[in-house]
């Protein structure tokens, strides 16, 4: 029988193997060029341990030297290669063919053979990052074959090596000598559930063994086995998470979940997203902020909460994963899961931590959504990559949050940030470098065109880690986790049903005498409404001058009493009722800017107009009936209405009185026609109500005699008894028209009362709902 070869992959320790020279069948035991940090340390034993031989140590193989066991002959030739400064790999194997036994071992320098160039896995994908080549064709080794009497004994051995060995200290990070011991391991267990990550638990281990050479293995096979202690913990936890799931799907249709992976496997990743999740969406759902903060070893959980913004500024729940899985292909399952349970509408904005494999995945889910990096991450990563900065220049963090925080332009961010790498001598630091490509996904002025529903550029987004605050923390496990999730969705909840309740039930302190600040009160959310009270106030402080005009658009320059330095620039358009900033704080919070409240205070427009006031955050945002205020308040309407009239007249005269200056001649035209115009319009002032303009006439309503008076623009002197004779078809149109008119008003007066009837309903509807929550919260209480 011919010999046939095995291939399988094995480290140094595989199970027993060996064979003599004769009936024996040779196994091969091919391994990868390059150290696989997801193996465990400690290839060359199976069960991790140190195994120590019995004898002299510094001993060099020979033939016929005799050992008690293959693992025996395996650990002294391991031992002697970390002596001299090589790895140690199993080359090949003979097993018996009468029971099957291994019968003979081959063991080599892991640098023996080449690097098989044509295999098939490398012909049928392409490979993204190409290993490097380690094999040199060493021809070193050691060969043990079993006795009659059940020792082993070395058959051959090969001292010399074709490359250089690695020195003394360098020789923990040669892969067979890679060892995770008993106790390093219990240690490592302990401090893992205090919460410590792999870089501090290694420093530790360090500082206990007395050198990194004396360790015995390095971070990366900490972090490997802190993971897949975690990766066995969560196994059995998982099922739990699935059942609760089913249960809350089961007693609701309403609540989705997902799990990726077949049912024959584990599962990967878990996605769920309960029925107010779902709704809560539908209404606040422009911007959303999936938050891996609980992915840190600070915490022990792999959890990821979708959440957002509601109408009092407080956080709010989209969904919710499990990631135990973090691949590239794992987030794009799961953000397209998650964005089928919010009925396919993707968000305007993103908010993330700055993950390159996350970044990836938006790009592919969400391509025309704007992602942006949590600032306040990457300021605490600045923290930690930065310590000895901070440690040495006290200033340093005050300065670079200046230069993050209050620049108003790319230019002047630019020029601040060189300032402060030159400063502090930091132009080649390698993280300051990543992040500086990325500044438009992290620092403000390049984000502020985009809407991200907070309240000022230089907060901290509320949303972001905090919405499980003060309920998942570093000793929550998956068991304790659903009683928690409970709470945390609970007590939201309540806060929310509390700002609904101090909204409608309370009226804030006013502080100006303007119609706007009223109106504003009326609309908005009892927290809104303060942050915009506060830019109303703040326009007193504030000048607004113009600074051009070319004929559709104003541009002011708006700036405090002295400080024209800085300056911002609002573009006002009077007939479109239209006015951006330069700050762009309407485009990245949705309430309007101190600067264009100036531009409308000095223009005389009195109220907001209906294109700045965002649903989402107003008191009627959940609300399903769409009020239209300025149809359903007089008092609004008259005042927008008058706004419009003054502004276009406004801009019409001036356009008039620049061409009218131009010669005599014009000015001459120009006030003749004033003159014209000023007498029509005292005369319309004078008989407002009883004469329409048509065709350049004013026509007139019924005089005391039942005829009708109408007079043309050059006969209101002294004809103003004259009356002029109509046909019975003129009489009859005149007629119909006047009860047109009288039918659209009383329409508009109809409408407005609907509106506000519904408006009346809908505030009671949310005054019972109020009220049915604090009885179910009450009973809740009692029992």
Known sequence: MENEVIEFDIGLGGGRVGGGDEDGVDIEHPVDDEEIVDT????????????????????EPYEG????????????????????????????????????????????????GFRNLNEKRTKDREIKRPRTITRVGCKASLSVKIQDSGKWVVSGFTKEHNHELVPPDKVHCLRSHRQISGPAKTLIDTLQAAGMGPRRIMSALIKEYGGISKVGFTEVDCRNYMRNNRQRSLEGDIQLLLDYLRQMHAENPSFVYAVQGDDDQSPSNVFWADPKSRMNYTYFGDTVTFDTTYRSNRYRLPFAPFTGVNHHGQPVLFGCAFLINESEASFIWLFKTWLMAMSGRPPVSITTDHDAVIGLAISQVFPETRHRFCKWHIFKKCQEKLS??????????????????????????????????????LRDHEWLQTIHSARRQWVPVYLRDAFFAEMSITQRSDSMNSYFDGYVNASTNLSQFFKLYEKALESRNEKEVKADYDTMNTSPVLRTPSPMEKQASELYTRKLFVRFQEELVGTLTFMASKADDDGETTTYQVAKFGEDHKAYYVKFNVLEMRATCSCQMFEFSGLLCRHVLAVFRVTNVL??????????????AKSSVILEERASDVLNSYLESHTVRYNTLRHEAFKFADEGAKSIDTYNVAMSSLQEAAEKVALAAKTEGRFDMVNGHFRGQSTSDGSRAYYTSREHQGSLGQNLSEDDMDRKIRELTEELNCANGKCEVYRANLLSVLKDIDEHKQQLSVKVQNVKLSMKDSF
């Open 40 to 59: 465990p340390p400690g290839g060359g034993l199976g069960s991790g341990e140190i195994y120590i031989p019995e004898g002299d140590l510094d001993l």
């Open 65 to 112: 030297m005799e050992f008690e066991s293959e693992e025996a002959a395996k650990a002294f030739y391991n031992s002697y290669a970390r002596r001299v400064g090589f790895s140690t790999r199993v080359s090949s194997s003979r097993r018996s063919r009468r029971d099957g036994a291994i019968i003979q071992r081959s063991f080599v320098c892991a640098k023996e």
């Open 388 to 425: 000895h900065v901070f440690l040495r220049h006290p200033t340093f963090e005050a300065d670079f949050h200046k230069c993050v925080n209050l620049t108003d332009s790319t230019e002047e961010f630019e020029s601040c940030w060189l300032s402060l790498v030159d400063k502090y001598d």
């Open 607 to 620: 109220t907001l107009p209906s294109h700045y006031i965002l649903k989402r955050w107003t008191r009627n």
